[in-house]
């Protein structure tokens, strides 16, 4: 089957001053259809970095990334874009959500950039991420662990092929987690592939495979 996200020989460097560092060293990795991996690894590890090189959001200094396929690395932001609207729903740590819209507006703004309007799809997100009563709340009205929550039906609402995720139930009680992880597995079993940075033990007894990454290395692929 073919992988729906690849990634192979991935680096990344920042430099402050004279000074360099390495926070992605030569990692390859393949999800596939159906699969839900879970990234662990201790704080500065890498694990942001490697999410938004494989979202596009960052281009690696080496390597390449393919989705469903085709080539994202090293190619014009609008076909990043592009391909990042069709096949891939992102959660990231910060910058979730536009200001000035809804939570419901930012949901119905995605999916229209996914070609979709579906209002029951919107209400079934809100319920899952216990966020009904706050749809109408804008992104600085909400608590941090709203605010995630939030990101988190944005970044489902486009129904990708692929879901990258950095922390999805963090700050999230026993109930609402439980909820997230029902519905993430029922994408799966849809056929969809969910690769989600965690300290959660929750989330990570959940998922198919464990990837550990340490000091910018895969230790375990």
């Known amino acids: ?26 990692i390859s990795l393949q999800v596939r259809a159906g699969e839900f991996v879970a990234l662990l690894g201790p704080s500065g590890s890498g694990k942001s970095t490697l999410l938004a090189c494989l979202a596009g959001l960052d281009e690696p200094d080496g390597g390449y990334v393919e989705v469903m396929g085709r080539r994202m690395s090293r190619r014009p932001e609008a076909v ?26 930012n949901l119905r703004l ?11 799809e919107i209400d079934s997100l809100l319920e899952v991420t216990g966020l009904t009563q706050r749809r109408l709340a804008r992104p600085s009205q909400l608590s941090g662990g709203e605010a995630a929550r939030a990101g988190l039906a944005v970044a489902l609402s486009a129904n990708p092929k692929v879901l990258l995720a950095d922390e999805p139930t963090a700050e999230v009680d026993a109930a609402t987690e439980a909820s997230i992880l029902s519905h993430l597995a029922d994408r799966c079993r849809a056929g ?23 000091d910018g290395r895969l230790i375990n692929a």
């Open 192 to 214: 969809r592939a969910l690769l989600v940075a965690t300290h959660s033990q929750a989330l990570a007894a959940s998922a198919d495979r464990l990837l550990l990454i340490r």
């Open 80 to 105: 990043r874009a592009n391909l990042r609207a069709r096949h891939i729903g992102i959660l990231m740590q910060s910058a979730n959500l536009f200001e000035h819209l809804t939570v419901e507006g």
């Open 110 to 120: 995605q999916m229209s950039l996914a070609g979709r309007a579906d209002r029951r």
């Open 1 to 26: 089957m073919l992988p729906l996200l690849t990634a192979v020989e991935l680096y990344r460097f920042y430099h402050r001053g004279d000074d360099e560092t390495a926070a992605l060293r030569g």
